[in-house]
């Protein structure tokens, strides 16, 4: 489940961002246009946004420790990388409400990463309780 909703989160981010006139413009170029505007007031939230690039590495990682049979690490890497990802996908859903004039939000983009980040939250969230209290170096319960 997790790995699903980390996949969505992915493709989401290549559906359209923003929109301007009969142009859609993906996640990833909607951050290079703000960033070559300077439109970051914060310089925290600049770093937040420049690390944008990251996120199809970062799933790939989570997806590769999944692989590898480290469920505890995969889950909180992926729910961090899903918290951090959702947060800026449903502000930019919830703000894209509006539909009038050529330079705006899309919507499709943000919903669909809001969506992968919430399946993968979950996901993350089992995969955590599902493995507590196992061995690691046997994957089998702890002898108390």
């Known amino acids: 489940m997790c ?15 923003f929109r301007s006139g009969g142009v859609l413009r993906n996640s990833y170029e909607t951050i290079a246009l703000a960033d ?23 799933t790939t ?11 505890r690490t995969a889950a909180t890497l992926s729910a961090v990388l899903a918290i951090v990802v959702g947060t800026v996908a449903l502000t930019l ?13 899309a919507s499709a983009g943000p919903w669909t990463s809001t969506a ?4 993968a939250l979950i996901g993350a969230v089992g995969a955590a309780i599902a493995t507590r209290g196992r061995n690691r170096s046997t994957d089998t319960p702890r002898n108390r």
């Open 36 to 58: 070559h505007f300077a439109l970051f007031g914060d310089a925290a939230l600049a770093v937040v946004f420049r690390s944008w690039i990251a996120v199809p590495l970062a």
């Open 61 to 71: 990682a989570c997806l590769a420790l999944y692989a590898l049979r480290l469920f």
């Open 116 to 119: 992968g980040a919430i399946t």
């Open 3 to 17: 790995c699903a909703g980390l996949v969505t989160v992915v493709a989401g981010t290549f559906l359209p961002w």
């Open 93 to 105: 859903a919830v703000e894209s409400g509006g539909t009038g004039g050529p330079i705006g939000l």
